[in-house]
């Protein structure tokens, strides 16, 4: 293979340093024709596609097996798109810019719904046949990971294999598998039906699905015999032993997020009950302080970066937060290295670490109550009060900030008015704890953030039977909370519902969707989730046109008896405890943490062996 | 305080590099290198440096100057030879010096820049008919450029504004370096720096317009040669003629 040449492309589009493919730290192989090689390929632009740390860890896990060489891929801006048509330039590898057609594995990261679109684009701008029905013996096989898979139902008749779960370990059995049948006589249908068998591994291409007449799901059935029904996730056990980069790329742009990311721990002790990755990544497993010393020891030196950020669903719950916290300061702080804190509860929030932290470089404060009432917080189990809250802003206001970024979801289950207007309250009651701060004290000029995003019931949720508001109830919502938020001090933000109905269709969906994505790919659909390409009207001609009522995934209550499109699907946690959690949902009732008591939710009998 | 001053180069790759990435990749090559670098006070605190003058994505240089302020004593050579070990490839620092804390800012004291410029015409062209052409542009006393005056974000007349800019004064020299079937190579001396600044770009689209000359499109590219300070009407880089504190 030939290396293409895109200079002039280069010339003419925005921020070419997106396809340039030579940063700090990406590996350059020399390509032999054993060599096994890998596009890994994030259905974004650059600059969200390198901030994820994913995508940081299997590359460089990829790349260590001398016998696979593993490249980044991304979906290229609309200009650069433009001028590759124009220029017969087909979708390549940044690494090599060679033509990912010809490689053995396509990956892709199924990170959110919308990206969907974004994923056959790419297929089609590779010159890959789109169904996998349609790929023959020489294609690439089509492989997606993370964590929409779950539910990847909408999306199964383009994929050739799904890994559920945590991936170190599975992706290195497939790519075993494959060298091993590549030296035979390789046939595709033998290469999945053998690779079916790895745990963890799904391959939607070898099941059916039967429909009732009401249009819901009769049964998924294996093709052949042999081919598991239920497939399991996969998780690493030892978050020490397994593989963590130490040398990750450091991009020439400025990604969404430009640091260090230290993972500090998978899973979360909360029981959030909108929260999918707070089901998915059960159960909680921590890395060691002594090894995350030494990863952040190396990534500093190997990168440059001037800020380590702790990466978890709630940082503050890592059981040694505090030695951590100051063993970097320690560390780094001289050298002017700051630390962030992305994921902080409100409860056990500590402001003299926080202030501490302060002092090498400020961040800003984000809060996220979830819900504006006591009742609808205990409804989705948030598990904190308003006098944390209150408390905490008034810490932070004493310290001297005087920005702070409250998050809300609208239209979570039961909501009503009142829970809306508690928003409202939640706010203003921040706004007068900043202003009974002495003024010596308090920071000039407040500014409080309130965005409100749309909730989007998940799969795998408690709330996974739970109809998605309608996009009136939700406009009714938004405008009150428009009417109600007029303040100098308040900035009121919300999103566009009509991505997130968007959102819930494919987060819900099954397999008769993909006729919905293929006319939108014919539609020129792509960047959904971009504001500035999303087209709502294209869309529901679409559905119109493929004959699917977007509602009937979207805005309809599911019985607990209805088998839904994930169901042969399993995260490790029971369909019992879901339901348990659904029914303390809707008596108000709360669910202790993990770490407080054990709610039953069936992940440590198949995973850990007994205790979390 | 030592404040080095180095000359670089930017080529390869790296010239898809915005500014303001080549900021960031000096930010974090100084961490790397463990270099002694002293940093700003405040909530954001960053290495001091500073650049001579931004260079457009898609320029390729071959003087560029960086002034970097240090915390503690290192030599210059140790500095180059350090910095060196972790740039990326296509920068790279060519001479570095510990100035005197008297040097003026780099960014002040530059006044003009030398590029080579090569173009691809329609037609095949002769020496004499290029000669010809520069004769003929230089020949004017006035070369207005309409510039877009710049607007405050959201500001409510949409309507783009512009001003009459006479880039005449800002050429000092245009030269036919070389030609080749299609491929002209000019080689330019042109205004630099903050208090006027004039692209080697906006030189060929006036060139094009007032003479006929027939070029092709997106196949422009330009170099830097050097960047230029002027002392008693002659024109020096910014590492002659400084105070070294060694």
Not at chain 2, 18 to 39: G, K, M, Q, T, W
Not at chain 2, 170 to 188: A, G, T, Y
């Amino acid at each position: 293979m030939h290396k293409l040449q895109i200079d002039d492309l280069l010339y003419n589009v925005e921020k070419p340093a997106r396809y340039l493919g030579n940063e700090l730290n990406s590996v350059h192989k020399i390509v032999d024709e054993n060599m096994i090689r890998f596009a890994f390929c994030f259905p974004d632009v650059y600059e969200v596609g390198m901030s994820h740390l994913g995508m940081q860890i299997l590359y460089n896990l990829l790349n260590r097996q001398e016998s696979i060489f593993c490249e980044r891929v991304f979906t290229p801006a609309i200009d650069m798109e433009e001028e590759m048509n124009k220029n017969n330039i087909p979708l390549f590898a940044l690494e090599s810019r060679q033509p990912i057609r010809n490689f053995d594995f396509v990956g892709f990261t199924l990170q959110y719904e919308l990206s969907y679109t974004n994923i056959l684009n790419m297929l089609k701008l590779a010159g890959i046949p789109i169904y996998s029905g349609d790929r023959k013996d020489e294609d690439p096989i089509i492989i997606v990971g993370g964590p929409c898979v779950y539910n990847c139902e909408p999306i199964a008749d383009f994929i050739d294999i799904a890994v559920l779960g945590e991936a170190e370990e599975v992706i290195l059995e497939i790519t075993d598998l494959y060298n091993k049948l590549k030296k035979g006589n390789y046939n595709r249908l033998e290469f999945l039906k053998q690779a079916a068998l790895i745990e963890g591994v799904y391959i939607p291409s070898l099941y059916d699905v039967n429909y009732n007449e009401d249009g819901t799901i009769n049964g998924v059935i294996p093709k052949f015999e042999g081919i598991p029904k239920i497939i399991r996730k996969r998780i690493i056990e030892n978050l020490d032993d397994v593989f963590y980069p130490e040398e990750i790329i450091v991009p020439y742009l400025n990604i969404v997020h430009d640091r260090i990311m230290m993972e500090v721990f998978r899973g979360c002790i909360r029981g959030c009950r909108f929260c999918q990755a707070g089901i998915i990544y059960r159960p909680v497993r921590e890395k060691s302080f002594d090894r995350l010393q030494e990863i952040t020891k190396n990534l500093v030196s190997s990168t440059g970066y001037d800020e380590i950020s702790l990466a978890s669903l709630s940082t503050s719950d890592y059981s040694q937060l505090e030695d951590l916290v100051r063993h970097l300061i320690d560390e780094y702080g001289s050298k002017k290295i700051g630390i962030s804190l992305p994921s902080l509860r409100l409860d056990n929030f500590s402001l003299q670490l926080i202030e501490e932290i302060q002092k090498v470089r400020k961040t800003g404060l984000t809060f996220a109550p979830e819900a504006g009432s006591q009742r609808l917080r205990d409804v989705i189990n948030k598990g904190i009060t308003e006098e944390d809250l209150i408390n905490a802003t008034e810490n932070a206001f004493n310290s001297g900030w005087s920005s702070v970024k409250l998050y809300f979801m609208i239209g979570l289950p039961t909501e009503t008015d009142t829970d809306i207007i508690g928003i409202k309250d939640l706010a203003f009651k921040v706004v007068d704890a900043y202003y009974k701060t002495p003024k010596e004290q308090r920071g000039k000029g407040l500014n409080v953030t309130v965005s409100a995003s749309t909730f989007v019931p998940k799969p795998f949720t408690p709330f996974q039977w739970e109809p998605q508001s309608t996009l009136d109830e939700i406009y009714a919502k938004q405008k009150l909370l428009v009417s109600e938020l007029k303040h100098k001090n308040i900035t009121f933000n919300y999103h566009d519902s009509k991505t997130s109905l968007l959102e819930a269709v494919f987060a819900k969906g099954d397999r008769r969707l993909s006729k919905v994505l293929e006319i939108a790919l014919e539609e020129g659909c792509k960047f959904d989730g971009w504001i500035e390409h999303f087209n709502f009207d294209k869309w529901m001609a679409i559905f119109d046109k493929a004959n699917i009522d977007p509602a009937f995934y979207a805005n309809r209550r599911r019985e607990y008896d209805e088998i839904l499109p994930w169901d042969h699907i399993d995260v490790g946690v029971s369909k019992q405890f879901l339901i348990r959690e659904s029914e303390n949902a809707k008596n108000e009732k709360v669910t202790a943490n993990c770490r407080t008591s054990c709610a039953g939710c069936g992940v440590n009998q198949i995973f850990t062996g007994g205790i979390c | 305080m030592i404040t080095i001053r180095s000359r670089f180069y930017k080529k390869g790759d790296m010239v898809f590099i915005s500014h303001l990435d080549l900021v960031r990749v000096f930010e974090r090559a100084v961490r790397r290198a463990n270099i002694p670098v002293a940093y700003t006070q405040g909530f954001n605190p960053r290495p001091i440096m500073a650049f001579a003058t931004a260079l457009g994505v898609g320029v390729v240089s071959e003087g560029e100057y960086i002034d970097i302020q240090l915390s503690e004593k290192l030599d210059s050579n140790s500095f180059t030879e350090k910095l060196n070990n972790v740039l990326p490839e296509g920068l790279k620092i060519i001479k570095s010096l510990a100035i005197s804390n008297k040097e003026q800012s780099l960014m002040s004291i530059i006044s003009s820049s030398t590029y080579l410029v090569k173009l691809q015409t329609k037609d095949i062209l002769f020496k004499e008919n290029i000669e010809g052409y520069i004769k003929e542009f230089l020949h004017y006393e006035s070369i207005i450029e309409l510039k877009e005056k710049k607007k405050k974000p959201h500001h409510k007349n949409r309507k783009p504004e512009f001003r009459e800019v006479n880039i005449r004064p800002l050429i000092k020299e245009v030269e036919l370096f070389c030609i080749d079937n299609h491929e002209v190579i000019l080689k330019m001396h042109l205004a630099a720096g903050s208090e006027a600044n004039l692209k080697p770009d906006i030189v060929i689209s006036k060139l094009k317009e007032i003479t006929n000359l027939e070029i092709v499109e997106d196949k422009t590219r330009v170099q830097r040669l050097d960047l230029f300070k002027e002392e008693n009407g002659e024109y020096i880089t910014p590492l002659d003629k400084v105070d070294i504190m060694e």
